[in-house]
């Protein structure tokens, strides 16, 4: 079903706007295919309003989303004619997205393209060129990890952001699991979403994961995909809270709901001096 239907919960504009209708039939399959890939900017009762942008469109191909799955859902949910210009323009964003890669190697980390044009303009840049090392090929340059963020930031607001593929080093070990009955007593397992978004982050643990902003309404549970993406690494994980109740409340979560405790993890030797929760209650000013 593609095209006008009077059901279907989505109005696409020029703008790249796209409002949606709550009281739709198809509203929540629409919403659940929308935030893979647009932004939420507001949500009153009736109508809510999401907008695609280029970083919106990244982030989707950054976990596998396909530019057609994304034309298709525009089209299956959408009430009137989508924009031809707005799905152009969707291509067009997509098609930035990992013409240019970072890996880590023998010759050490690498930002690379197999684009000539595109390696030109990077080495001429005046954000760009200051952080490269070296040219050590046409189309590769040596950089150093201690500006890998700063490169991939300046790297987007040029319009090419770029595949991380380097991976990330592993953490201290930390064997602990989820519990099935919490230690309040009340039953508890993960809801699919909350699966989805710590698995999207961990990518199955490849070179693809590992880093990301996961975002969720109020009440979603933002913690315990927390402590879902802390299960997927088993690795010590460092918390920062923006207060000492937020801190409070990590730790409440925490050890109500996996096997850590608030000293010594059980599932650590004892001969090991190594702590489950390492939580720091001092506050920036």
Not at 100 to 124: F, N, Q, V, W, Y
Not at 147 to 165: N, W
Not at 266 to 282: F, H
Request: aromatic residues 6%; glycine residues 6%; hydrophobic residues 40%.
């Amino acid at each position: 079903m593609t095209g006008y239907h009077p059901e279907n919960p989505l109005i696409v504009q020029g703008d790249h706007t796209i409002l949606v209708e709550v009281d739709s039939p198809h509203y929540e399959e629409a919403r659940n295919a929308l935030v893979r890939f647009a932004e939420l900017i507001k949500s009153p009762e009736h109508i809510h309003t999401y907008r695609v942008t280029p970083l919106s469109i990244w982030n989707a191909c950054a976990v596998g989303v396909r530019t057609d799955e994304i034309v298709l859902e525009l089209l299956t949910y959408s009430k009137y004619a989508v924009p031809e210009h707005v799905l152009v323009e969707i291509k067009d964003f997509a098609s930035r997205f990992g013409r240019l890669k970072i890996s880590s190697e023998a010759r050490g980390m690498i930002l690379s393209t197999d684009d000539a044009p595109l390696a030109e303009e990077i080495s001429r840049n005046r954000h760009i060129a200051p952080l490269l090392l070296d040219r050590i090929t046409p189309m590769e340059f040596l950089i150093s990890p201690e500006v890998r963020g700063r490169i991939k930031q300046a790297l987007i607001k040029i319009g090419f952001p770029a595949e991380d593929l380097a991976g990330y080093t592993d953490g201290e070990p930390l064997p602990f699991t989820l519990r099935i009955i919490a230690q309040s007593g009340a039953a508890f397992h993960l809801r699919e979403y909350q699966k989805q978004a710590a698995a999207a982050f961990h990518a199955s643990g490849t070179a693809r994961g590992g880093s990301g902003v996961i975002v969720l309404p109020c009440g979603a549970g933002k913690t315990i995909v927390g402590m879902a993406c802390m299960n997927e690494v088993q690795a010590s994980t460092l918390i920062l809270a923006t207060n000492v109740t937020a801190v409070r409340q990590w730790v409440a979560e925490i050890v109500d709901k996996t096997t850590l405790t608030k000293t010594r993890s059980e599932n650590i030797p004892a001969t090991r001096k190594r702590y489950g929760l390492s939580l720091s209650q001092r506050i920036r000013s």
